[in-house]
């Protein structure tokens, strides 16, 4: 009987990185791109043209309903209240976005993949957390072109998420989040799993024109830069 | 001067002569200029007969030259109704004519142009009604011989047409000088500005008359980094929320601006005199484009016909284009201010009574005139001309504006808006004409059979619109619906001022006391492709075993969204192999819902049509749920993971739909609970066969036992390292587990399920093997078995439904449905001949008449049989009962039997 035998987790992208000669790592139980053979980011080129990134593997929380301000509180502390549709960046227990969707919703994007000690301190505070990880496939987008880009995507008019906010929208015919950290050249998109490659690719073609390349997860240095 | 000739004579501003094009028209070749419309490019060729009308069949030609009217429609590369005006001539283009037969030039269905007395307005409603066999025969010739083009259905038709999202600032509509002036002034304001036009080139009338200054303008405005020009865009709808629909090309533009600012232009409209359609009556400004765009001369010798002082302008410019102006005749007596120009005849207080020809203009009669008095008739005079100019008032294109509920008052012959918008606003000649209207473009009512046409689209003509007002349709919208007018290819553009004013006339009212008719999207054709264009790039939702199925050689089936594997070449094998071994199947699909909070159970109690608040944790149950009406909506399987926690499945394409279900209620009840779904997060693979608990247990620490995990139940542990819910259930009807994973690790675990099970023969079976089995089984699928009018106590759920329950969704109509008795049973069958199996769908009847319907059908490898599902009459639906089915023309008889077909009594399913 092999009942412990390991199966590392993928991404919804993981066949569409294999087709593109993605160059895999193992990372705490998952396996994530390294690097695109085909595709080496040339020093800079990030601040040129249009970057992707696949951040499905990051850990993704969600609070939900009336658990929604002490969950607040227990990440960000006392007196730092995030207003609906704001991004607030938390260090402790670990780095990430707190993302308040709506008044009753709560999206904890981590900086790390193994957030169990989110969702510790969230079980301890009585906020009953829900792992979406396996819910969402997130994806980010960098470079001076991403506005462009999704502006031609969405009906949401991009430039009105600003840096700190994020906001619920229709991308490419699909429910989607769009998170503005502090940077306003980067964009957090967030799919249903199922409909991440769909949506990857949507993105791809109608990025062509943009210069748009997919990276690994080590070219994006930082992917959750701070929020104010 | 000949128009063939003409190219030599003339640019054209969109034409670019260094680069010749080669098209063919009726099989025949034509040389073109890259820049020339279809229609420039024939008329340049001598081609002069463009359309047949809709209804007479009488020959048309160039009349607008914009894209408004309906006389240059024609087939271009198989695509019906391209506006060749303004269609660009493409190398290798293949046009052709069409609503003609032979031809153009010879149409035999001109014949109705002699019948117009039997075909009066709304004959349709009228004739050919008694006797009543008479109608579908008439019908079907009316609808073969009126209209416009065919679309070849047997033709492919694919588009890659895209929805593309504009976000700005202000959005101009229209490129003209205004539409330029507006765009410059808001980008001065710091504005990202969108500017819409749908022409190639900036510039709007002003590129008739002074080419270069819009140039100049036009280079400004490309060169400013805050506007965005998109030419060959048409802007056809502005919505609710600045939102504007446009098309380009094969683009669906879906426009969001703060502020709109809309310049959309004037058009003139066309005067009303016996004969006024034929081919060489042209707008005004469809002469001056035809040169000035296009580089074409329309003819030799002309006459204008105009009520304002733009009609000697236009005179002017047609002398310098080389044409012999024969007159220009003013329907004004006073206010001429105009001095006589080139000595070019005026013939003042004069209009044109009627025009002569056949395929094409040769003269036109002109008498003196008094918008009192009448015709004097002994004053005729005929001049000999090929084209006609109307240089008329002009009128505001204000489709976009009145849309968006702008209203335009009628006044002293001008209109102009009467009410602002926030947000959108009109600048130019849209905003209100330049120019007062003097007399109106409508001579006198002409005695005897003349044909005035009012509406060139639908050739409706002054007396149809006379006798519909004098049966009483006096209302401007009943007198649309019932002559047609205004609803043609131009929706009112070349017809509505003067059915408005044939309808004053008629009433002895103020043409602005009738009103205007309702103006709606779209304001200019579009393609049904564009409009589909987000069709192109639906969603698709892959399960993430979708690449392991791919290269399983999976023959896939589109579930709504998602893709599903339908089999893996043999469904039957699939089946076989299931119900003597093992196999596994991706259920990913299936909907699932977590329900958390202290009032889950009492929600789950109110939604299903059975009891939830007493299961315990750890098993598992199976409900149906209805809508207000005791509708079936869904069914599925939930489980108990600890005392406020539910975690329920639902059909695969009603997983959105159901988590919106029990969020209304939860509000609606002001329940306590959280409602999650969690179909993207779980993947689900069913395991099913005699030997599905062996290979399971090689892969996890669960026991399971019959007696340890028993028939619906639900266990949570590791299977092959991952954390899962494994569901003990069998819609296959085998002994089965249903495990629920993680999506992220679904593959890692579904490659382990494989290799543990190799030694056992292990294969995946698809969706269509799925079906035969829980067919065998007896199982219905809500939505294929059930329709919008099966409830459960007809569909054999009487045991599911608890109405010792006070509350539940549908609790009331099913009791009255109760009390009412069955009218129907869902029972299953077997055919008598059982090797054929009748398509899903046909009739049971009796005594030839239809009473129920198969559902569900196939031929089980199983039992060697073709069964099914059939609604039957209650009363008919005995076990042993026989009915017939109506299929191929013949009735195939079939008999009832108890369901399940296969393992009556769940042994296998519960071993």
Known sequence: ?228 | MTASQSPALLAGCLVDRSRPVSFTYEDRAMPAFEGQSIAAALYAAGIRVFTRSFKYHRPRGLFCVSGDCPNCLMNVDGRPNVRTCVEPVRDGQIVRHQNAWPSLDWDVLNVFDKLHRFLPVGFYYKRFHKPRWLWPIFEHVVRHVAGLGKVDAHAGHETDAEIEHLHTDVCVIGGGRAGMQAAAEASGSGARVVLLERMPRLGGRSLLNNAQVAADEESKLLSDSRVTVHCNTTAFGLYEGNLIGACSDNRFLKIRAKDIIVCTGSRQQPFLFENNDLPGIFLGDGVLRLASLYGVVAGRRVVVLTENDEGHGLAKQLCELGMDVAAVVDQRSDGMQSPKQNSIPLLGSSSIVRARGRKRLEGVWVATWDQKAGTDKSSQKYIACDVLCMASARQPANELLLQAGMRFRHVDGRWSAEQQLEHIRAAGSVAGTEQARCAGKTTPTAAGNAKRFVCLCEDVTEKDIQQALAEGFDHIETLKRYTTVNMGPCQGKMCGLAAVEVCARGKTCEAGAVGTTTSRPPAAPVELGVLAAGHTHQPIRRTPLHHWHEAAGAQWLDAGQWKRPESYGDPEAEVRWVRTNVGLIDVSTLGKIELIGPDAAELLDRIYLNRWSDLKPGRVRYGAMCNEDGILIDDGVGTRLDAERFYITATTGNADAIVQWLELWRATWRLNVTILSQTSAFAAMNLAGPRSREILQRLTSIALSPAAFPYMTMREGQVAGVACRVFRIGFVGELGYEIHCPSSHAWGLWETLHDAGADCGLRPFGVEAQRILRLEKGHLIIGQDTDALSHPLEAGWEWMVRFDKPVFVGRDPLLRLKAMGPRARLVGFFMLDTERVPPEGCQVVEQGRPVGRLTSTRYSPTLRKSLGLAWVPANKAAIGQRFFIRWDGADAPAIIVPTPFYDTEGRRLKS
């Open chain 1, 1 to 228: 009987m092999n009942t412990t035998q390991t199966t590392l987790a993928r991404t919804p992208l993981h066949h569409w990185h294999i087709r593109h000669g993605a160059r895999f790592v193992e990372r705490d139980g998952w396996l994530v791109v390294d690097s695109y053979a085909a595709t080496d980011v040339e020093p800079g080129e990030g601040s040129r043209g249009l970057l992707l990134t696949d951040l499905s593997s990051y850990a993704k929380i969600s609070v939900l309903g009336n658990h929604v301000p002490a969950a607040v509180e227990a990440l960000l502390g006392h007196g730092k209240p995030v207003e609906p549709l704001r991004v607030i960046s938390f260090d402790m227990p670990c780095t990430g976005l707190a993302c308040r969707l709506a008044a009753d919703h709560l999206l904890l994007l981590s900086d790390v993949i193994d957030a169990s000690s989110i969702i510790e301190r969230l079980n301890q505070a009585g906020c009953a957390p829900h792992d979406v990880t396996s819910a969402l496939a997130g994806f980010g987008v960098s470079g001076p072109e991403t506005d462009p880009l999704l502006s031609s995507l969405t009906p949401l008019d991009p430039l009105a998420v600003s840096p700190g906010f994020c906001a619920e929208t229709n991308l490419v015919g699909v429910h989607a989040v769009l998170v503005r950290p502090q940077d306003a050249t980067r964009l957090q998109v967030y799919v249903a799993w199922d409909l991440g490659e769909y949506v990857w690719e949507r993105l791809i073609q109608s990025g062509r024109s943009h210069g748009i390349k997919p990276i690994g997860l080590p070219g994006n240095k930082r992917r959750l830069p701070d929020c104010a």
